[in-house]
Nanobody
Framework: QVQLVESGGGLVQPGGSLRLSCETA????????????MKWYRQAPGKERELVAT?????????YMAESVKGRFTVSRDDFKRAAYLQMSSLKPEDTAVYYC??????????????WGQGTQVTVSS
């Protein structure tokens, strides 16, 4: 059973920093963590879930950052530890949301595998 567990959220003042972690376990069907593209999403109250960051898998290490977080957030991964990270700096009140980790893979036959974490709350407030 695949598990994604986020941690590192909390209350921080504007301008502060947090580092979110997404620890994973249980990948199967012949796939490993390094095969999955890892994404971070967030969902603020009353808003739709939005993509914040993407980091590619071992074969295609291409990153994406949403415009709203470029220059402030950094996404990374450690394939040995089977974990992904979101370093958030210069946090703003509008960054307040529940942050979710997502793992996604499409195999050679087009089958998609997608897993979500339970989310971690980030609150930016003075």
């Amino acid at each position: 059973q695949v598990q994604l567990v986020e941690s590192g959220g909390g209350l921080v003042q504007p301008g502060g920093s947090l580092r979110l972690s997404c620890e994973t376990a249980g990948f199967a069907f012949g796939f490993a963590f390094h095969d999955f593209v890892m994404k971070w999403y967030r969902q603020a109250p009353g808003k739709e879930r939005e993509l914040v960051a993407t980091i590619g898998n071992r074969a295609f290490r291409i990153n994406y950052m949403a415009e709203s977080v470029k220059g402030r957030f950094t996404v990374s991964r450690d394939d040995f530890k089977r974990a992904a990270y979101l370093q958030m700096s210069s946090l703003k009140p509008e960054d307040t949301a529940v942050y979710y980790c997502n793992a996604r893979l499409q195999d050679v036959d087009g089958r998609e595998y997608e897993y979500w974490g339970q989310g971690t709350q980030v609150t930016v407030s003075s």
